[in-house]
């Protein structure tokens, strides 16, 4: 019934619009106060009321705006004097608020569960591409390990600092893979973080 009130309330106010403005149009040599007050509710039917052969179409665009409002007021006042229907939350104040209510929650869930989803996507990509890095830097290691052993002193010191520098990294990237573990993945998404080693 709400939404039935509502549509006729809509289509009473623009008909009450297009009616305003035929009839500036069709008054434009009217002073300017006088054009100002026919946009105050209902001056528009007096004014009209005294030129109906001239302004006919207008007047019966205002006119029937303005009885597309009754119902709607109408309601509205019966729900004024009869306050145990906005307590039985039976009124049009109550279901237009519990709608308003429930479109704001699930709008803010939604709005909620797209910010998860991009972080997580976010934070997948970031784990892709740390383990992807942490796999070349391995790889480069490990084939440099075997010539140590006719290196000099200087050249084994410094590749121990990267494999310290390896390992700490290596740290930072298993624990960017563990908060993405704890987050909830989006709907309907198989992938799964890559192993970190």
Same mark, same amino acid.
């Given at each position: 019934m709400?939404?039935?009130?509502a549509t #006729? ?9 297009v009616?305003?403005?035929?009839l500036m149009?069709?008054?434009a040599?009217?002073h300017?106060?006088?054009?100002a ?5 209902f ?7 005294g /030129?109906w052969?001239?302004h006919k @179409?207008a007047?019966?665009?205002?006119v029937l705006?303005?009885? $597309?409002?009754l119902? $709607?007021g ?5 729900? &004024?004097q009869?306050?145990e229907?906005?307590?039985?939350k039976?009124?049009?104040?109550a ?9 704001l929650?699930?709008? &803010? ?9 991009r ?6 990509a970031? @784990?892709?591409? #740390?383990?992807?890095? #942490?796999?070349t ?8 390990r075997?010539?140590? @052993?006719?290196?000099p002193?200087?050249?084994? #010191?410094?590749f121990?600092?990267?494999a310290e520098?390896?390992?700490a990294?290596l740290r @930072?990237? /298993?624990?960017e ?5 704890a987050?909830?993945?989006p709907?309907?998404? &198989?992938? &799964?973080?890559?192993r970190?080693?």
């Amino acid at each position: 019934m709400i939404i039935l009130l509502a549509t #006729l309330a809509c289509t009473g106010l623009l008909l009450l619009l297009v009616s305003r403005f035929l009839l500036m149009r069709q008054t434009a040599t009217l002073h300017w106060a006088l054009r100002a007050a026919i946009w105050l509710p209902f001056a528009d039917l007096t004014y009209l009321a005294g /030129r109906w052969q001239k302004h006919k @179409v207008a007047a019966l665009f205002s006119v029937l705006g303005a009885a $597309l409002f009754l119902p $709607l007021g109408g309601q509205l006042l019966w729900e &004024t004097q009869h306050p145990e229907l906005l307590r039985a939350k039976l009124s049009i104040r109550a279901q237009v608020s519990a709608m308003l209510k429930t479109d704001l929650a699930s709008a &803010t869930a939604a709005a909620e569960k797209e910010r998860q989803d991009r972080l997580w996507m976010s934070k997948s990509a970031k @784990v892709d591409e #740390l383990t992807a890095y #942490l796999a070349t830097w391995h790889a480069s290691m490990q084939s440099r390990r075997a010539g140590l @052993v006719t290196s000099p002193a200087d050249v084994v #010191l410094a590749f121990n600092h990267e494999a310290e520098s390896y390992h700490a990294f290596l740290r @930072v990237a /298993r624990a960017e893979k563990d908060a993405l573990a704890a987050m909830p993945a989006p709907e309907g998404t &198989t992938q &799964t973080p890559a192993r970190v080693d």
